[in-house]
């Protein structure tokens, strides 16, 4: 029974490592379109981070600067 409770909690954890890493949508952007600057401008609204992206593609990567 104790290995089979390890073996679920190294399962769980594994499963929660893997769902994060192959995440790359954050909630530390709030990408907003700016439709005056064209359709393919975006702002973040929590960082001020403007990108260009053809105008069916929408931005997934946080541009926010890591040492902040």
């Known amino acids: 029974m104790p290995l089979l409770m ?29 439709r005056s600057a064209g359709l393919g401008a975006w702002r973040c609204a929590a960082c001020g981070a403007r990108v260009d992206l053809p105008a069916a593609a929408r931005p997934k990567d946080c541009l926010r600067r890591k040492d902040r």
């Open 6 to 34: 390890l073996l679920l909690l190294v399962g769980v954890l594994a499963f929660m490592w893997v769902a994060r890493r192959h995440s790359t949508l954050t909630r530390a952007c709030l990408w907003r379109q700016e």
